[in-house]
């Protein structure tokens, strides 16, 4: 079974520029979730997706970032304008369910710096 | 605020000993409870996990004990193998996911 699929795996670039990720989750899985995990810290949830619907987006900064998901697979999370605070890994997961102790798959992540 | 706490950053533990990975939670919204395991340049994997309706769950050399009243969580490796180097993130869910800090666990030859 392929598991979550994550490109690119790094990404440099200078503030103020613009930045796409992309994620292809595991077959058949209705959640998607985008994380930020920046060094030395825990992955933080940005963004969640039930099929293509929004459940929680509350950590999300609007301002700069988005994330669709059409269709309910694929996945991008976007970041315009990059700022120096955005450097970490974005990780994206996803589940075949919703809520009560789902177990997460995860995939290899996007490391972002931004110089 | 930190929901899910994991005051150790490190571990080192020798070969074939026990390991115990501790993780403190504020919320009594949770109603499960994750542990996950990071090597480097991979995403986390799923390793165990227990509702919050028991106090122990076990899987081969990991067993997760829960105590509800002190919101208190831990894993145990037993023994530990040279492969279980790598950062233990404990998570708590109440719908939605909360990830601790992590903890460096370090497997002494």
């Known amino acids: 079974e392929a598991g979550v699929a994550q490109s690119p795996r790094y990404k440099i670039i200078e503030k103020r520029q613009s930045v796409a990720f992309w994620c292809n989750p595991i077959s058949g899985h209705a959640t998607l979730y985008w994380y930020q995990q920046i060094l030395g810290q825990g992955p933080k949830l940005l963004i969640q997706f039930q099929n293509n619907g929004v459940v929680d987006d509350s950590q999300l900064p609007k301002d700069r970032f988005s994330a669709e998901r059409l269709k309910g697979v694929d996945s991008t999370l976007k970041i315009q304008p990059a700022k120096l605070e955005d450097s970490a890994v974005y990780l994206c997961?996803?589940?075949?369910?919703?809520?009560?102790?789902?177990?997460?798959?995860f995939g290899s992540g996007t490391q972002l710096s931004v110089l | 605020d930190q929901q899910v706490k994991q005051n150790s950053p490190s571990l080192s533990v020798q070969e074939g000993r026990i390991s115990i990975l501790n993780c403190d939670y504020t919320n009594s919204m949770f109603d499960y409870f994750l542990w996950y395991k990071k090597y480097p340049a991979e995403g986390p994997t799923f390793l165990i996990s227990?509702?919050?309706?028991?106090d122990k769950n076990e899987d081969g050399r990991f067993t997760v004990f829960l105590n509800k009243s002190a919101k208190h969580l831990s894993l145990h490796i037993v023994p530990s193998q040279p492969g279980d180097s790598a950062v233990y993130f404990c998570?708590?869910?109440?719908?939605?996911?909360?990830f601790g800090k992590g903890t460096r666990l370090h497997i002494l030859p």
């Open positions: 227990i509702s919050s309706i028991k």
């Open positions: 997961a996803s589940s075949g369910g919703y809520g009560f102790g789902e177990k997460l798959f």
């Open positions: 998570a708590a869910s109440a719908g939605k996911i909360i």
